[in-house]
């Protein structure tokens, strides 16, 4: 007999350990917690959604080529949101779409798995991974004729998850395919989606390191004895007085702006002599060895644990985090998220306190004294900077906040003992609006090496590029160039 073949009423308890995948039976019991009915899905109808998205533009036209080529195929074809929204569906099998009509997946309809228990899209986007659930291995018996497999789209910017690619098909038809063709379709809208970001680089996938936190290293979760602005020490405040007080502590704000860094030296102030453990939300892949290695931590005296992106976290590991921290009895924990809605419910209902961590845009009399601060980290002494040098770090945008930073003066301080303009990357001295080819990139970085150059005139400048002056000054608008003079 099939393993899944016991309606999931009985499964959810009596399924023998080791039968059934971990995330699905962890699916099965967070959809009875849910109240899901069990014998046919309640429709949820929303019927609104934001179809000027780039998600949502981008994710149409990946479907829509992709259906081209299965137009005579027993599947249908659908995108949803973050919330798992259905926001369109194609399929050329007539006999299909009726029956999905009836169990209500259609557009503007709701299939979290909140909302409609185990399915492929809702397990997808609950864990953020690609995921196939069969026939009877959904929760709802009226899902059990389908197959679906689904695959979470992430924002190659910003690492938020903006949805998932849903296939469906009949339960008796082959699925082989269907999960390969749903991760390369969510592969494709995000790299649409990144070919129209404005220029945007991608957000590095996550790795998982676990650090201890030592004085000498540059990583988020450091700390740095310097000196900064009034906002920046309002939100430490807000951090210290929360862990003193031994509540769970979430910093909020932008990745990169030093979410972690508050929340290591918070945890200094209040225990000066006690270590501190800094986890990042690894990829899905590599979620169980991750809780493997670094959470029996959680059990050892004077530890204080930062878990950095938990809103990257699956709800399956969120689960058994919040079962960890419970069970380790008043050892100091915070985390960081760049929104409170995107904490998975286990870990949110944890949270006792949120500090607000503004972006280094906000902040900007902190971005002199932070480089001046990194390049002594980096070199071992004080660097010096000119003022032009200065003039151009204080007046970039910092998209990438202090992480960016980070980046910019280590470049820097490993060319030149003095920094000057010519030493920053030439993404701090220019600021076009649309991400450039390979070509234009390699243009505009010769044409600000060529600028930065001391003796340099535009004359110069201009027979050096081989270019006319006009075109120099045409190229110059054209990257919007701003090079400050010393």
Same mark, same amino acid.
């Given at each position: 007999?099939?393993?899944?073949?016991? +309606?999931?009423?009985?499964?959810?308890?009596?399924?023998?350990?080791?039968?059934?995948?971990?995330?699905?039976?962890?699916?099965?019991?967070?959809?009875?917690?849910?109240?899901?009915?069990?014998?046919?899905?309640?429709?949820?109808?929303?019927?609104?959604?934001?179809?000027?998205?780039?998600?949502?533009?981008?994710?149409?036209?990946?479907?829509?080529?992709?259906?081209?080529?299965?137009?005579?195929?027993?599947?249908?074809?659908?995108?949803?949101?973050?919330?798992?929204?259905?926001?369109?569906?194609?399929?050329?099998?007539?006999?299909?779409?009726?029956?999905?009509?009836?169990?209500?997946?259609?557009?503007?309809?709701?299939?979290?798995?909140?909302?409609?228990?185990?399915?492929?899209?809702?397990?997808?986007?609950?864990?953020?991974?690609?995921?196939?659930?069969?026939?009877?291995?959904?929760?709802?018996?009226?899902?059990?004729?389908?197959?679906?497999?689904?695959?979470?789209?992430?924002? +190659?910017?910003?690492?938020?998850?903006?949805?998932?690619?849903?296939?469906?098909?009949?339960?008796?038809?082959?699925?082989?395919?269907?999960?390969?063709?749903?991760?390369?379709?969510?592969?494709?809208?995000?790299?649409?989606?990144?070919?129209?970001?404005?220029?945007?680089?991608?957000?590095?996938?996550?790795?998982?390191?676990?650090?201890?936190?030592?004085?000498?290293?540059?990583?988020?979760?450091?700390?740095?004895?310097?000196?900064?602005?009034?906002?920046?020490?309002?939100?430490?405040?807000?951090?210290?007085?929360?862990?003193?007080?031994?509540?769970?502590?979430?910093?909020?704000?932008?990745?990169?702006?030093?979410?972690?860094?508050?929340?290591?030296?918070?945890?200094?102030?209040?225990? +000066?002599?006690?270590?501190?453990?800094?986890?990042?939300?690894?990829?899905?892949?590599?979620?169980?060895?991750?809780?493997?290695?670094?959470?029996?931590?959680?059990?050892?005296?004077?530890?204080?644990?930062?878990?950095?992106?938990?809103?990257?976290?699956?709800?399956?590991?969120?689960?058994?985090?919040?079962?960890?921290?419970?069970?380790?009895?008043?050892?100091?924990?915070?985390?960081?998220?760049?929104?409170?809605?995107?904490?998975?419910?286990?870990?949110?209902?944890?949270?006792?306190?949120?500090?607000?961590?503004?972006?280094?845009?906000?902040?900007?009399?902190?971005?002199?004294?932070?480089?001046?601060?990194?390049?002594?980290?980096?070199?071992?002494?004080?660097?010096?900077?000119?003022?032009?040098?200065?003039?151009?770090?204080?007046?970039?945008?910092?998209?990438?906040?202090?992480?960016?930073?980070?980046?910019?003066?280590?470049?820097?301080?490993?060319?030149?003992?003095?920094?000057?303009?010519?030493?920053?990357?030439?993404?701090?001295?220019?600021?076009?609006?649309?991400?450039?080819?390979?070509?234009?990139?390699?243009?505009?970085?010769?044409?600000?090496?060529?600028?930065?150059?001391?003796?340099?005139?535009?004359?110069?400048?201009?027979?050096?590029?081989?270019?006319?002056?006009?075109?120099?000054?045409?190229?110059?608008?054209?990257?919007?160039?701003?090079?400050?003079?010393?």
């Amino acid at each position: 007999m099939d393993e899944y073949a016991v +309606p999931a009423r009985a499964r959810v308890h009596d399924a023998p350990l080791g039968t059934v995948p971990r995330r699905l039976m962890a699916s099965w019991r967070r959809s009875e917690d849910y109240g899901v009915p069990l014998e046919e899905i309640q429709p949820v109808f929303n019927g609104t959604f934001d179809d000027e998205s780039l998600f949502f533009q981008c994710g149409r036209e990946v479907l829509a080529d992709l259906h081209r080529t299965l137009a005579s195929e027993p599947v249908s074809l659908m995108l949803t949101d973050a919330d798992g929204l259905l926001l369109n569906r194609l399929s050329g099998d007539h006999s299909l779409l009726r029956a999905l009509d009836a169990v209500h997946l259609a557009p503007g309809f709701s299939y979290s798995e909140r909302e409609a228990g185990t399915n492929g899209l809702g397990l997808a986007l609950a864990d953020r991974s690609p995921t196939v659930v069969k026939a009877e291995q959904h929760y709802a018996l009226s899902l059990c004729t389908y197959t679906c497999a689904a695959a979470p789209v992430i924002d +190659p910017v910003t690492g938020r998850l903006e949805g998932a690619v849903n296939l469906t098909t009949w339960s008796k038809s082959s699925s082989e395919l269907l999960l390969a063709l749903a991760q390369s379709a969510a592969r494709a809208t995000a790299s649409l989606m990144l070919a129209r970001a404005q220029g945007h680089r991608p957000r590095p996938a996550p790795r998982g390191e676990v650090f201890r936190v030592e004085a000498p290293r540059l990583e988020p979760g450091a700390g740095t004895d310097v000196e900064l602005s009034a906002a920046w020490v309002e939100a430490l405040g807000l951090a210290v007085d929360g862990l003193a007080a031994g509540r769970v502590v979430a910093a909020l704000g932008e990745s990169g702006s030093g979410r972690s860094t508050l929340l290591a030296q918070a945890e200094r102030r209040v225990r +000066p002599r006690d270590r501190i453990l800094a986890a990042s939300a690894p990829a899905p892949q590599d979620v169980e060895a991750w809780l493997s290695l670094w959470t029996p931590e959680l059990t050892k005296p004077h530890t204080g644990i930062v878990m950095r992106d938990v809103d990257a976290l699956p709800v399956w590991a969120a689960e058994q985090l919040r079962d960890l921290i419970q069970a380790a009895h008043g050892v100091p924990v915070s985390m960081t998220a760049e929104r409170f809605e995107d904490i998975p419910a286990p870990l949110a209902l944890l949270v006792e306190s949120v500090v607000p961590v503004p972006a280094l845009r906000d902040r900007p009399s902190d971005i002199l004294p932070l480089a001046r601060h990194i390049a002594r980290r980096l070199r071992g002494r004080d660097v010096a900077f000119t003022a032009a040098a200065d003039r151009a770090l204080g007046d970039h945008s910092w998209r990438g906040n202090v992480e960016e930073l980070v980046q910019v003066v280590r470049h820097a301080v490993n060319h030149a003992d003095v920094i000057d303009v010519r030493h920053l990357s030439p993404t701090v001295l220019a600021g076009s609006s649309r991400r450039l080819s390979r070509i234009e990139a390699f243009e505009r970085d010769e044409i600000i090496r060529v600028l930065t150059h001391s003796a340099t005139s535009m004359k110069d400048a201009a027979d050096e590029l081989g270019m006319s002056r006009a075109t120099v000054y045409r190229k110059i608008a054209q990257y919007d160039i701003h090079i400050p003079k010393g």
